[in-house]
């Protein structure tokens, strides 16, 4: 059984930087990208980027392009999310996920991290 | 706003059908078959419900089927039951540079 265990809930500053961690178990984390997805309280779900590594290729969202960066570790089967130039808005829960592709293009996502709450607040 | 556009709310009785539409453009619902539809209670991380426009996983109830017809994809819900009170959010490709865009959700209502 896949199995997304992600890291815990942080309080940062704003302007800070938070890395989020994501450790896959169950699968063959290679073979699969993972995504990282965040809904803000009461809003809906804003994918960020994702990171494929096998081939160690990230893929970023336009609007986090220079503030977001997603590594992986094969050796561990943890990915991470780390964001820079934290404001209030980033308040949010982050989710990763093991996304299925088709020659690299996102399909869908189909197992889904526990979420980690990340309150930005001075 | 999001890329996809979606009803806000939807509502039904125990035992109707509901329909959910998910309304984009020929540069992601439009133009690829990787439509997918997630369901999600409070506090909970997403599930899967739908993938490429109308595959079931594997546990999901046959209740649940998925289409599209032009730039619009659609989730119907056969036979409404209590616990499929939820907000469900649609997905797709973009071969913009978003690269994957989400639709702003629809809370049902199972009245």
């Known amino acids: 059984q896949v199995q997304l265990v992600q890291s815990g809930a942080e309080v940062k500053k704003p302007g800070s930087s938070v890395k989020v961690s994501c450790k896959a178990s169950?699968?063959?984390?290679?073979?699969?990208?993972i995504s990282w997805v965040r809904q803000a309280p009461g809003q809906g779900l804003e994918w960020m980027g994702r990171?494929?590594?096998?081939?160690?290729?990230?893929n970023y969202a336009q609007k986090f392009q220079g503030r977001v960066t997603i590594t992986a570790d094969k050796s561990t089967s943890t990915a991470y999310m780390e964001l820079s130039s934290l404001r209030s808005e980033d308040t949010a829960v982050y989710y990763c996920?093991?996304?299925?592709?088709?020659?690299?293009?996102?399909?869908?996502?189909?197992?889904w991290g526990q979420g980690t709450l990340v309150t930005v607040s001075s | 706003q999001s890329a996809l556009t979606q009803p806000a709310s939807v509502s039904g009785s125990p035992g109707q059908s509901i329909t959910i539409s998910c309304t984009g453009t020929s540069s992601d619902v439009g133009g690829y078959n990787y439509v997918s539809w997630y369901q999600q209670h409070p506090g909970k991380a997403p599930k899967l419900m739908i993938y490429?426009?109308?595959n079931r996983p594997s546990g999901v109830s046959n209740r649940f089927s998925g289409s599209k017809s032009g730039n619009t994809a659609s989730l119907t819900i056969s036979g409404l039951q209590a616990e499929d009170e939820a907000d469900y959010y649609c997905?797709?490709?973009?071969?913009?540079?978003?690269?994957?865009?989400f639709g702003g959700g629809t809370k049902l209502t199972v009245l």
């Open positions: 990171i494929i590594p096998i081939l160690g290729i990230a």
């Open positions: 169950g699968g063959t984390f290679s073979s699969y990208a």
């Open positions: 490429d426009v109308s």
């Open positions: 997905s797709s490709y973009t071969s913009s540079s978003t690269f994957v865009v």
């Open positions: 996920a093991r996304e299925v592709m088709q020659q690299l293009v996102w399909r869908f996502v189909d197992y």
